[in-house]
């Protein structure tokens, strides 16, 4: 009988280890903010509006866990722009912040709920901006 070798599944890959070091947000938010103009260029709204969102729903996307370092608000929420203003995939985004590909899917749509949760004239008025569309395809 041969005994067929199994893969070892880790319980923390290391790429996303690495996250609170070389993710997205660590590497990236700071210079942004920084930056009026590349702020808006990679969110597609202004560090006022973002703030004002985050503010929002700050509360809301809170969690605790007595396992794992939770990711906060505000990365979420920067994870879930960033995918709203560019249609990449769960998969690219998962690289470049250093995510689950499912904890990607989950954060996008409980933030996604939260921000749809806002009342209308508060979400229209402030963060759709006219000039900047990115067309989805739903095939």
Known sequence: ?????????LH???LIE??????EF????????????????????????????LSKTKNKLVYCSLRRLPIPPIERLMVTLRFLATGRTFTDLHYSFRMGIATISKIVNEVCMRIRGIPQTFSQTNFIDHSTRVNIRHD
């Open 1 to 9: 009988m041969i005994k067929k070798k199994q893969r070892r599944r």
């Open 26 to 53: 660590v590497t990236l938010y700071g210079s942004l903010r920084a930056d009026e103009t590349k702020f808006f260029n990679y969110f597609r709204m202004s560090t006022r509006s973002f703030d004002e969102l």
């Open 18 to 23: 690495q996250r609170a070091v070389a993710g």
């Open 12 to 14: 923390v890959h290391p």
